[in-house]
């Protein structure tokens, strides 16, 4: 349990003038050269600190007297840990700090304070190094007190065995003793990667700032009107939201630079609500070759009047295609793609109309 230092610090001037020191009993054997790999293990990364010279003087608890360790840089002890937890929240440690529970700390009660050492439970190996802040146990044969934390990373209960091994410090930050023997303590990061950057680049964590665009660079929206669809097969990349969908051309009709030869037709069908400046075939259209398609509707009707209607409004020949159940309407008859996709883009513009550029078929 953890015990007030300046308690202890009046019964150690009490006692110390009737009482016999006494040396540590349970002191483990120097471990042996050792070249094998480095492993990584958990706990609070070693870093140096003066000692406190309030704790480095012998004194007494219970009549008995405890020697400071002047020269801990060969220690080790093997010996039974304890941990203590909540109940000593908010207590001052020996060396003056407030004692948290959640922090990987030590009580120890005769090495240097504050100090590291690495603790190993032996029953099932695993090791953390802690850092040393406070005096105790004072319980014969426990050897270090834990707080919870550390306790709980090595998995002890109140009488686990466990071994200690000092680490020592130089001023210049470098590591030393039987506490780094094989083993060394896993830096933790908390920084953030690197936050893309959308023009580009990366932002540089830090005083580092993101590489600027280049001044001439344009950065736009894309456009939907450049999009092109690079196959005759399912939807267009513009669609008008008619129902529907192109389907593959017929056998033997082929789409090039120039209309593809077309057969006379057997008998001309009769045009339907036809005007003079825009006539409109049921299965055919007037010129035949490239047209643009603007719609499919599943209502004839409805397909001849939107046929009527836009070929008035834009001086072409306009015709409805049935294939089943469903009505294309479309606009044209041009003898090369070229003239096609002018209407194409006098119906983006004009009437806000996505059609694609497909090639008549020939009447049958």
């Not at 006494?22 to 492993?39: F, I, K, L, R, S």
């Not at 039974?80 to 922090?103: F, H, S």
């Not at 008619?242 to 009769?270: I, K, N, T, Y």
Request: charged share 15%; with cysteine; aromatic share 6%.
């Amino acid at each position: 349990m953890r015990k007030d230092w300046l308690g202890v610090a009046l019964a150690s001037l009490v006692l110390a003038a009737c009482s016999t020191p006494e040396q540590q009993t349970n002191t483990a054997p120097p471990q042996p050269a050792y070249n094998g790999p480095v492993v990584e293990i958990p706990g609070v990364e070693p870093r140096y600190e003066p000692i406190n010279p309030s704790t480095s003087q012998d004194y007494s608890v219970n009549g008995k007297t405890y020697k400071v360790i002047k020269d801990p840089s060969r220690f080790s002890e093997v010996g039974l840990a304890t941990w203590y937890g909540d109940e000593a929240q908010g207590n001052r440690t020996a060396i003056g700090e407030q004692y948290d529970p959640d922090a990987l700390t030590a009580a120890h009660p005769t090495l240097p304070l504050p100090s590291y050492v690495r603790v190993t439970n032996l029953a099932n190996g695993r090791q953390i190094v802690v850092r040393v802040n406070d005096r105790g146990p004072y319980v014969p044969g426990r050897i270090i007190d834990l707080s919870r934390a550390a306790g709980d990373r090595l998995n002890i209960s109140n009488n686990t065995r466990v071994r200690v091994d000092y680490i020592s410090v130089a001023p210049d930050g470098s590591v030393s003793g039987p506490g780094t023997v094989g083993t060394t303590v896993a830096k933790q990061s908390y920084a953030l990667p690197a936050r893309p950057d959308l023009s580009g680049g990366m932002v540089m964590t830090g005083s580092s700032a993101a590489p600027a665009a280049p001044a001439t660079q344009d950065v736009r929206a894309v456009d939907n009107s450049t999009l092109q669809s690079n196959s005759d097969m399912g939807a267009p990349v513009h669609s008008s939201g008619f129902l529907g969908a192109p389907q593959p051309l017929a056998q033997g009709v082929l789409e090039g630079s120039e209309p593809p030869p077309v057969a006379a037709p057997a008998a001309a069908p009769a045009p339907v609500a036809a005007s003079a400046a825009a006539p409109v075939s049921q299965s055919a259209h007037a010129g035949s070759g490239f047209v643009v398609q603007v719609g499919a509707l599943n209502d004839a009707a409805r397909a001849r009047q939107m046929a009527t209607s836009l070929g008035k409004r834009f001086g072409v020949p306009g015709s409805v295609e049935a294939n089943g159940n469903v009505y294309r309407v479309q606009l044209g008859g041009f003898k090369s793609r070229a003239e096609a996709a002018a209407l194409q883009q006098r119906l983006s513009t004009e009437a806000q109309m996505n059609g694609f550029i497909t090639t008549a078929r020939p009447s049958m």
